[in-house]
């Protein structure tokens, strides 16, 4: 599984937000000029996280963006699978992917359906309240 740039800069500016005052909106601008990301590129960022309902828009004066809930209740898996769409190691472990004539004598199978668990519990165990306040999860 690789991350693409739209995941990585999808959690930064989730981490971004999380980090504001609640309810605040911040502008488009001022979150392109700290992430070092194109207005253009962010517009398509937030584009899926609005129409998902994880950020919320407001046009003028005072606009910008703004989270929809607490940060404790995004986690990193939701957004990644948000902007990625699978987060599976491989492809026959993809949600809606199509049967795989050999599942019954894939040798291999359970070892990618152990790394699929894995990486959806890591990553479905980080919030992006634990981002913004710097709690990584303990490494081995």
């Not at 930064?12 to 911040?26: F, T």
Request: with cysteine; net charge positive; charged share 25%.
């Amino acid at each position: 599984m690789v991350v693409s740039s739209k995941g990585r800069y999808a959690l930064r500016v989730m981490v971004e937000l999380a980090a504001a005052a609640p309810g605040e909106y911040q502008p488009l601008a001022r979150i392109s000029a700290r992430q070092g990301i194109s207005e253009k590129y962010l517009e398509a960022i937030f584009a899926p996280l609005a129409k998902a309902g994880f950020v919320e828009g407001q046009r003028g004066k005072n606009g910008g963006y703004r989270l929809t809930k607490p940060a404790k209740d995004y986690t990193v898996g939701s957004i990644l699978r948000l902007t990625e769409k699978t987060l599976a190691p491989v492809a026959c472990m993809a949600e809606g992917a199509p049967a795989c004539g050999r599942a019954g004598v894939c040798t291999t199978r359970a070892m990618w359906q152990g790394l699929d668990k894995l990486i959806a519990d890591y990553f479905d165990g980080i919030t992006l309240e634990d981002l913004a306040e710097g709690r990584l999860p303990a490494q081995g």
